[in-house]
């Protein structure tokens, strides 16, 4: 073989398996959202059918008007929606404040707190849950998406704060400056000046906290009693009901859980890896 | 080279001035706002503590107090206080047959989980490397999706693919060759073979799931690692006549260590503590020997009859195991990052 020629036989080989690996990462998300589109007829079968050739909206609208544990769906879309958004608004503003602080300050017991940060956002969830359970149930929030935002706050503040914290140390310190020596306070200069300017940084950290709420099983399953309180994750165990699975209706409820997300996740996943990986991929 | 990378640009950014200049220039400006210099970023952290103590620190006191308690339905109501138990929460568990069973599939589940996602996460890493920008780029959007999707739906897609009539998973071992993949029990077609009742089938349904979904963060991570190493290394070792195994496992492996020490420790916390997608998988907590820790934990503190003391004792085993981990996920973080 000549080199050239060896060359382009190893272009090919690459390309292939770039797209097996594309194949073996998208496969599973398509088959959830085709089988949502087959007859049932095409989806209870031994035989392997690529595409929905009879494509029908049958289960999806049956997901959106029958719903699911005596409610609609659209009950347990707006109870993940409150609980998202409530953790958003809440987590957002108190990672700002902590963010702001550790960037811009050097004090004392910081080096301490960004170490607990580290550390509190790799416990166990499961773990946590037992103790707030009770808590939750002893200040009788129980039922409450009160209850349900305020773990979910919790749970997602310390990688928001981690995340947020670089964002605030990219904004130039001078211009800050600059607004004081125009005679702004620092609360004006604060909200003139530098919260337009993380303002990419804060959607980056709603978005991150967004979608932990939003995927949430095990404290929405637990804190929640009522299923007028279920969220989507939840709710989507009831279609495995008794009587044998639907598959046609779980995987149009699925797919309408994931689209959110799968908007969200890839305006934001760069920012994930670098601050989970931090200084390790630095060049 | 700082270009390629998004977290050199936002470290870059966090570098600052000496700490005397700024000190200087915060007292001059400390009647601004009615405050101390010194007490501004106390009180800007005083929402953030009070969330990381309360919800955070105290629960996990809380946890191990409660570990030693008696903690059933009068306790959760409060008309009964919790009673001192002593070791008897540990001693019961450590009896149990199912906390032992648990242990085993915990550890041996995030053994071969991890090895996976590594070695397959690390290959694509490599491979997205040496693509085309283009085709890179198409590949990355498609490990995106399978990344993206909730655990829950991951359980929900993984959980038809391995249905035993309809998944394709059945399918797909039908055709190969007996030779490579003969059926169980010598049945003649792999067609109804139920993968998700017992412990084993279970477990290797989780793996794929997770491998499935966890192997993108890895390759991503990989790429940007190896978008950093200088390309003069790589020529260096051509001249040297240096093959391509060599030079990976000479030059690419020992320069992404770091990398890989991250993305290791980070693997083992996260399979250590999978909860929703094998909660899909085995239908709820339903087959007590293919349990967790997490999902053992949950299932003795929240099933009725309600011991939340004897979860609270599970718990506090998981949460030491990966305590201990993730002392080594922080001393990395803080050996590279300048805090």
């Known amino acids: 073989m000549t080199p050239l020629a060896r060359k382009r036989l190893g272009k090919i080989l690459l390309n292939t398996a770039g797209v097996l690996v594309f194949l073996y990462a998208v496969f599973p998300v398509y088959w959830m959202v085709a089988t949502g589109f087959k007859e049932n007829d095409q989806i209870f079968t031994t035989e392997f059918i690529p595409f929905p050739t009879h494509f029908t909206f049958d289960h999806f609208e049956r997901v959106l008007t029958e719903g699911v544990a005596n409610n609609s769906i659209w009950l347990y879309m707006r109870n993940s929606a409150i609980v998202a958004l409530g953790t958003v608004l809440i987590g957002s503003a108190f990672a700002l404040l902590s963010a702001t602080a550790i960037a811009r300050f050097r004090f004392k017991g910081r080096g301490v707190f960004l170490v607990v940060l580290l550390i509190v956002q790799m416990l166990p969830a499961e773990g946590l849950l037992i103790p707030l359970y009770m808590m939750v149930k002893r200040v009788g929030l129980g039922d409450n998406f009160i209850g349900l935002i305020i773990t979910q706050v919790a749970l997602t503040l310390p990688f928001g704060v981690w995340m947020l914290r670089t964002f605030v140390a990219a904004v130039p310190k001078s211009l800050e400056e600059a607004a004081w020596i125009d005679g702004a306070g620092r609360m004006q200069a604060f909200w003139r000046v530098l919260f337009p300017l993380v303002a990419p940084g804060l959607v980056a950290t709603s978005i991150f906290s967004f979608i932990t709420a939003w995927n949430d099983l095990v404290f929405a399953l637990y804190l929640m009693s009522e299923s007028e309180g279920y969220t989507m994750p939840v709710a989507l165990q009831y279609f495995f009901g008794q009587k044998g699975v639907d598959w046609g209706a779980i995987m149009a409820g699925s797919t309408l859980m994931t689209i959110p997300v799968v908007v969200f996740f890839l305006l934001v996943q760069r920012r994930m890896v670098s601050g989970l990986v931090a200084g390790a991929v630095k060049g | ?339």
């Open chain 2, 1 to 339: 080279m700082t270009t390629a990378n998004p977290t050199t640009v936002a470290r870059d950014g966090g570098s600052s001035p000496g700490p005397g200049h700024r000190r200087r220039k915060e007292t001059g400006r400390a009647r601004a706002s009615g405050l101390p210099a010194w007490s501004i970023p106390y009180v800007l952290l005083v929402p953030g503590l009070l969330v990381i103590a309360g919800l955070l620190l105290y629960p996990m006191f809380q946890l191990a107090v409660m570990a030693f308690q008696k903690v059933g339905l009068a306790q959760i109501r409060g008309t009964r206080p919790a009673e001192w138990v002593g070791l008897e929460n540990f001693e019961k568990i450590l009896a149990n047959d199912i906390f032992w069973s648990a242990l085993r599939n915990t550890v041996a589940f995030a053994f071969v989980a991890v090895s996976l996602t590594l070695v397959v996460g690390t290959a694509v890493g490599v491979l997205l490397h040496r693509l085309g920008r283009r085709m890179s780029l198409f590949v990355v959007i498609g490990c995106m999706f399978a990344w993206a999707v909730p655990p829950v739906a991951q359980g929900v897609i993984w959980r038809s693919l391995f249905d035993a009539e309809a998944g394709i998973v059945n399918w797909a071992l039908d055709l190969l060759p007996d030779w490579l993949a003969a059926p169980p029990d010598g049945q003649s077609s792999w067609v109804g073979t139920p993968w998700l009742n017992d412990t084993l089938p279970l477990y290797i349904a989780l793996v794929v799931c997770v491998v499935w979904a966890g192997f993108p963060f890895i390759a991503v991570s990989v790429l940007a690692g190896l978008k950093g190493i200088p390309a003069e290394l790589y020529e260096a070792a051509r001249v040297d006549g240096s093959g391509a195994w060599r030079t990976f496992t000479k030059i690419t492996l020992p320069m992404l260590k770091p990398v890989f020490a991250v993305l290791t420790v980070l693997s083992i916390i996260w399979d250590f503590k999978v909860f929703s997608q094998l909660y899909v998988l085995m239908n709820g907590p339903t087959n007590r020997d293919g349990f967790n820790l997490s999902m053992y934990a949950v299932a003795e503190a929240f099933k009725p009859p309600q011991k939340l003391g004897s979860g609270a004792a599970i718990s506090v085993v998981l949460t030491i195991i990966l305590l201990v981990i993730t002392v080594v996920y922080v001393r990395q973080i803080v050996k590279q990052e300048e805090m």
